[in-house]
């Protein structure tokens, strides 16, 4: 039986602030444990809190940025729960009222021409939880140096309906937010972080089933594992007889298994009412306006202007900015060798085809868009065929040098036209047979005699001139 797969993300996101949200305590990835919780984050008796405006300033950004509705008036709520790795027992967050209401995101699916689009129910600030380390020497532990660190919780409407939507969606949301200049949204360092809400139903028409949220999602394949994991956990209950019990769960990414963590959580569990130390307050138009009106370059304007500035086609320009890191790059090797489609071919081809292959960051990659466009330069200017440009392309990454002293280590150059002719009779003598093939039509023996050409050349014979000459040899011997 197919069923219909139903999905809710709870994105939660650091800020890129310097201090916490609520104090000038610091915070910076990696630091030594507790060695950035002052007085406010300790909870100590006869501190307030005081909202950082960097916070507001990158929170509203981010909703603009995802298309929110920004709300004149709004609040903190403190969320009465039990908090072992926050000090004074509650979170700071916010509940009825949250800053920002009704945005979208919307990507491609692969093969689909038509956007998928993903509402955003709601954006809320609130402060991070410290972190809890069990099973060490039989104790657990707690560093409180994340404590008070400004989040932002982006929650979606239950849109999605597969787990590669959901993958899709979370790598299009983080390029937003860190081409916002929001937050640098590291899953390995912590700073995005995502639980999903999965549930099942016989087909689309039928009322939503009982979900199960799914937390400890740490990468976004983990969010894809565990959706597809959990999903077929449900059918495979529902069909024996069973039934789905609202309830959160760890996703163990060893066993790749889901575990009971609670059962049933709602609102009145969380035991919100306002914060008495922090008042509501007004978010000025004005204020929202000028942010607007300053936004950086989001992905969708960018595709359109490598669309229009560089002439790349749409598929070209979506692969080269789903990633803030890509885009940076590919915009560097168009700016040292001015050609945008053959940087477009070499940056989504060969490099990405490499760094994705290896799991390496582009920013790490041995071949630098310095590189990358020297070499390119190089092409343009007739010193290296496509064919040896890959060659010294391999040597780049693999030996960690410039596209000069590659070329001058193993001699590459193309071959003197003069010689062509020589070199392509002498061919076109030592197979007659494909000749005469090609005399009929046949583009296969074309291409066995391109590919004798090139190994008697050692791929480096310009491609072009080897083809005009070819043509032209060819129909000298018809007449």
Request: aromatic share 6%.
């Given at each position: 039986?197919?069923?219909?797969?139903?999905?809710?993300?709870e994105?939660?996101?650091q800020?890129?602030?310097?201090?916490?949200?609520?104090s000038?305590?610091?915070?910076?990835?990696?630091?030594?444990?507790?060695?950035?919780?002052?007085?406010?984050?300790?909870?100590?008796?006869?501190?307030?809190?005081?909202?950082?405006?960097e916070?507001?300033?990158?929170?509203?950004?981010?909703?603009?940025a995802?298309?929110?509705k920004i709300?004149?008036?709004?609040?903190?709520?403190?969320?009465?729960y039990?908090?072992?790795?926050?000090p004074?027992?509650?979170?700071?967050?916010?509940y009825?009222?949250?800053?920002?209401?009704?945005?979208?995101?919307?990507?491609?699916?692969?093969?689909?021409?038509?956007e998928?689009?993903?509402?955003?129910?709601?954006?809320?600030?609130e402060?991070?939880?410290?972190k809890?380390?069990?099973?060490?020497?039989?104790?657990s532990?707690?560093?409180?140096n994340?404590?008070?660190?400004?989040?932002?919780?982006?929650?979606?409407?239950?849109?999605?309906?597969?787990?590669?939507?959901?993958?899709d969606y979370?790598?299009?949301l983080?390029?937003?937010?860190?081409?916002?200049?929001?937050?640098?949204?590291?899953?390995?360092?912590?700073s995005?972080?995502?639980?999903?809400?999965?549930s099942?139903?016989?087909?689309?028409?039928d009322?939503?089933?009982?979900?199960?949220e799914?937390?400890?999602?740490?990468?976004?394949?983990?969010?894809?594992?565990?959706?597809?994991?959990?999903?077929?956990r449900?059918?495979?209950?529902?069909?024996?007889?069973?039934?789905?019990?609202?309830?959160?769960?760890?996703?163990?990414?060893?066993?790749r298994v889901?575990?009971?963590?609670?059962?049933?959580?709602?609102?009145?569990?969380?035991?919100?009412?306002?914060?008495?130390?922090?008042?509501?307050?007004r978010?000025e138009?004005?204020f929202?306006?000028?942010?607007?009106?300053?936004?950086?370059e989001?992905?969708?304007?960018?595709?359109?202007?490598?669309?229009?500035?560089?002439?790349?086609?749409d598929y070209?320009?979506?692969?080269?900015?789903?990633?803030?890191?890509?885009?940076?790059?590919?915009?560097?090797v168009?700016?040292i060798?001015?050609d945008?489609?053959k940087s477009?071919?070499?940056v989504?081809d060969?490099?990405?085809?490499?760094?994705?292959?290896?799991d390496?960051?582009?920013?790490?990659?041995?071949?630098?868009?310095?590189?990358?466009?020297?070499?390119?330069?190089?092409?343009?200017?007739?010193?290296?065929?496509?064919?040896?440009?890959k060659?010294?392309?391999?040597h780049?990454?693999?030996?960690?040098?410039?596209?000069?002293?590659?070329?001058?280590?193993?001699?590459?150059?193309?071959?003197?036209?003069?010689?062509?002719?020589?070199i392509?009779?002498?061919v076109?003598?030592?197979?007659a047979?494909?000749?005469?093939?090609?005399?009929?039509?046949?583009?296969?023996?074309?291409?066995?005699?391109?590919?004798?050409?090139?190994?008697?050349?050692?791929?480096?014979?310009?491609?072009?001139?080897?083809?005009?000459?070819l043509?032209?040899?060819?129909?000298?011997?018809?007449?």
């Open positions: 039986m197919a069923w219909d797969i139903v999905i809710g993300l994105v939660h996101v800020l890129g602030t310097r201090t916490k949200l609520f000038s305590d610091p915070y910076g990835f990696g630091a030594p444990a507790n060695s950035q919780a002052g007085p406010v984050t300790l909870g100590l008796p006869g501190v307030l809190p005081v909202l950082n405006q916070v507001l300033r990158l929170a509203v950004t981010a909703g603009l995802l298309e929110c709300a004149e008036i709004t609040k903190f709520d403190r969320k009465h039990f908090y072992p790795d926050l004074k027992g509650y979170q700071i967050s916010q009825d009222q949250p800053y920002a209401r009704d945005g979208r995101v919307s990507f491609q699916r692969k093969g689909d021409a038509n998928t689009v993903v509402r955003i129910h709601r954006i809320h600030m402060e991070d939880a410290g809890l380390l069990h099973a060490v020497n039989n104790r532990y707690v560093d409180l994340r404590a008070g660190v400004p989040l932002l919780e982006i929650v979606s409407e239950p849109d999605l309906r597969s787990s590669n939507d959901a993958y979370l790598q299009t983080r390029n937003i937010l860190r081409s916002a200049g929001v937050s640098e949204c590291s899953m390995e360092q912590g995005l972080r995502c639980d999903a809400n999965v099942v139903r016989p087909t689309p028409s009322p939503f089933g009982t979900r199960v799914i937390k400890n999602l740490n990468s976004f394949k983990a969010v894809k594992a565990a959706i597809d994991y959990e999903a077929v449900q059918q495979d209950l529902i069909e024996s007889g069973g039934k789905v019990i609202q309830s959160t769960v760890l996703w163990d990414a060893d066993q889901t575990r009971l963590m609670r059962t049933k959580e709602d609102a009145e569990d969380y035991r919100y009412f306002p914060d008495p130390d922090l008042l509501p307050f978010i138009p004005a929202v306006a000028n942010l607007k009106k300053n936004m950086p989001l992905p969708a304007a960018k595709r359109a202007r490598y669309v229009k500035e560089f002439g790349l086609p070209d320009a979506d692969v080269l900015t789903r990633d803030l890191d890509v885009a940076t790059y590919y915009e560097k168009v700016s060798c001015g945008g489609k477009s071919n070499w989504k060969e490099v990405l085809g490499v760094t994705n292959k290896n390496i960051p582009i920013s790490a990659f041995a071949c630098t868009p310095e590189r990358l466009g020297r070499m390119i330069q190089l092409i343009n200017e007739g010193k290296l065929t496509g064919k040896m440009a060659q010294v392309f391999e780049i990454h693999q030996e960690n040098l410039d596209p000069d002293k590659i070329v001058e280590k193993y001699g590459y150059k193309p071959v003197d036209v003069s010689s062509l002719p020589d392509i009779n002498k076109l003598d030592a197979n047979s494909a000749v005469e093939d090609i005399l009929a039509g046949k583009d296969r023996a074309r291409g066995f005699i391109m590919g004798q050409i090139m190994k008697e050349t050692r791929g480096q014979a310009p491609a072009q001139e080897v083809n005009q000459l043509d032209q040899l060819i129909q000298a011997r018809k007449s």
